[in-house]
C-alpha cells in the first residue's frame, strides 16, 4: 500500500514534493523488498522508526510517481488502521514466543 501527503524537511522534500510511505500490509518484508525494487528503492532504504514503527519506504519523486501507478493508495483512515492491525499482530507474535 501506498500513505502520502506529508512533507519531510530533514530529507530536503519541500511542501511542494509528494512524499509517500510504500508498506505493506500484511507484514512480509520479503514482499516489501520486491515491491520497493520494482520503484527503484535499495533494500537498505527499508527503514522501520518514526510514529508508525512499521517497515516502510520512503518515496518522492519518480519512485513515487511508479508506486502511484503499481500499487493501491490508501487514505489516513485506512493506513491508521493498517498501523494499528499490524501492531496488534506483532504483539500478539511476540506473546506467543514467550
Known amino acids: 500500500h501506498l ?11 519541500t511542501p511542494e514534493t ?4 510504500l508498506y505493506s500490509d500484511v507484514e512480509q518484508i520479503a514482499e516489501l523488498k520486491y515491491a520497493g525494487a ?7 532504504w527499508l527503514q522501520r522508526k518514526g510514529d508508525t514503527g512499521i517497515w516502510h519506504f520512503d518515496l518522492w519523486g519518480k ?3 511508479k508506486a502511484k501507478l ?3 493508495i490508501v487514505t489516513d483512515m485506512e ?3 493498517d498501523v494499528i492491525r499490524l501492531r496488534r499482530a506483532e504483539i500478539i507474535h511476540s506473546q506467543k514466543n514467550i
Open 3 to 13: 500513505f502520502s501527503g506529508f512533507e519531510n524537511k530533514k530529507l530536503g522534500v
Open 18 to 21: 509528494a512524499l509517500g510511505h
Open 38 to 44: 520494482r520503484v527503484g528503492m535499495k533494500e537498505k
Open 63 to 65: 519512485p513515487l510517481e
Open 70 to 72: 503499481l500499487f493501491p
Open 79 to 81: 493506513f491508521a488502521a
